[in-house]
């Protein structure tokens, strides 16, 4: 059995019985695809049916169906549905192929895949660059940059916290105070004939070795009990039992509280009493007034 040039075994030695090629002529290999304007773009029949025309795949002019070169087959060709013309080489798709041999000038065009982005470990997502460490000003180059010299920030260098301050000692000296005693009666508080100034005032000293001190009457009957005990004599008539205290604070400094007297407590000679039950700073050289005539003089021990 003869085989054709286009490698098929025919049983005619003229023509190939299975693709029309002259038996015995040159080889015949695949071409390229058509344009689409050749053959497949224009209409059916366009390649014309009988003589006349010639081999849109060889040249060779027609003589019947098969080109008697390269064994096109036109009533093949004929059949097959028409493919729009293609606008550029990047667009021109592959066809049909006809007889076994592609369409001839135009070149299939391969799909342009996105690089694929290298997969981390296991096949997951690629992991993402570590970040890089801060870098951390040198000594040098930090003075004068807003960093001191020990690679802190100028002006914020750590320092030990600041000590409390330690608890002042301080004394109260108890007087009878003519001034204060005299501006009360010139305002009319008190009545001088009912209340007059005692004939021999005398003084008297407290330590405030405690942080809670308590001026007052002491009362055993009433077990009544305070640190500053203005009982007499001589004896201050409006003095309140539980009168005022001073408390030392966590800064070491000393507070007055008047704890609800009957007859109010005053600080350096003003007219209007502390309010009640409010802490008021202290230091020493302040007056504070109780009573009809009573002074208590904060003093350093």
Not at 217 to 241: K, N, Q, W, Y
């Amino acid at each position: 059995m003869a085989r054709c040039p286009a490698g098929h075994e025919s049983q005619t030695s003229d023509y190939c019985d299975t693709c029309g090629a002259v038996m015995g002529g040159s080889p015949v290999t695949p071409a390229a695809l058509l344009e689409s304007t050749a053959l497949l773009g224009a209409e059916p029949g366009a390649a014309g049916s009988g003589s006349g025309g010639s081999c849109p795949n060889c040249g060779a002019e027609r003589g019947g169906r098969f080109c008697e070169e390269c064994g096109f087959d036109y009533e093949l060709a004929e059949l097959l549905p028409s493919v729009p013309a293609a606008t550029g080489a990047a667009q021109t798709q592959a066809g049909p192929e006809l007889n076994g041999h592609a369409p001839r000038g135009a070149e299939a065009a391969a799909p342009q895949l996105p690089d694929p982005q290298p997969a981390g470990p296991g096949g997951g997502a690629p992991e993402p660059e570590p970040e890089a460490p801060p870098v951390a000003p040198s000594p040098d180059a930090a003075v004068g940059e807003g960093f001191g010299a020990d690679g802190g920030v100028a002006g914020s260098a750590s320092q030990p916290p600041a000590a409390p301050l330690s608890a002042q000692p301080l004394a109260v000296v108890v007087t009878a105070d003519r001034e204060y005693y005299a501006a009360q009666v010139e305002r009319g508080d008190i009545i001088e004939s009912e209340f007059p100034f005692p004939k021999y005032p005398g003084e008297r000293r407290f330590a405030l070795d405690a942080d809670l001190v308590r001026i007052g009457r002491a009362s055993a009957s009433r077990g009544i009990a305070v640190e500053i005990d203005l009982t007499g004599p001589p004896l201050d008539p409006a003095v309140s039992h539980l009168h005022a205290q001073l408390s030392r604070g966590a800064d070491g400094g000393w507070r007055l509280v008047d704890l609800g007297s009957a007859n109010g407590t005053r600080l350096n000679g003003a007219e209007q009493p502390v309010p009640v039950e409010t802490e008021v700073p202290v230091k020493p050289g302040d007056r504070i007034h109780v009573g009809v005539w009573t002074t208590l003089t904060l003093e350093e021990a």
